[in-house]
């Protein structure tokens, strides 16, 4: 079984910036790529940013610029850095992690997400 867990939301001011966590644990025979969604209240998920296992990463339009992922493969986190943030940046953050945990294939473990709110 895996477990995935985001941690580093809070409140936080217009222009200001957070560093969110996410590391998985438990039975990962390998991983494969993570990616970064968010998502308000009444809409759906969105992506935000991915980073596969080359490295390579890739970002939704409107947060290139402004927020970098990136990857401890050795302890399986992923990290987004946030920076000039925005109200409307305001959303529960999602890790999604594409591992296979001994199945053979590829499946996406969900964390609980966590709240980040910008706002004077």
């Known amino acids: 079984q895996v477990h995935v867990v985001e941690s580093g939301g809070g409140l936080v001011q217009p222009g200001g910036s957070l560093i969110l966590s996410c590391e998985a644990s438990?039975?990962?025979?390998?991983?494969?790529?993570v990616a970064w969604y968010r998502q308000v209240h009444g809409m759906r998920r969105a992506v935000v940013a991915r980073?596969?296992?080359?490295?390579?990463?890739f970002y939704e339009d409107s947060m290139e610029g402004r927020f970098t992922i990136s990857r401890d493969c050795a302890e399986n986190k992923t990290f987004l850095q946030m920076n000039s943030l925005k109200p409307e940046d305001t959303a529960v953050y999602y890790c999604g992690a594409e591992i296979d945990d001994g199945v053979g294939y590829w499946q996406i473990f969900w964390g609980q997400g966590t709240q980040v709110t910008v706002s004077s």
């Open positions: 438990g039975t990962i025979v390998r991983s494969n790529a």
């Open positions: 980073i596969v296992s080359s490295g390579q990463t």
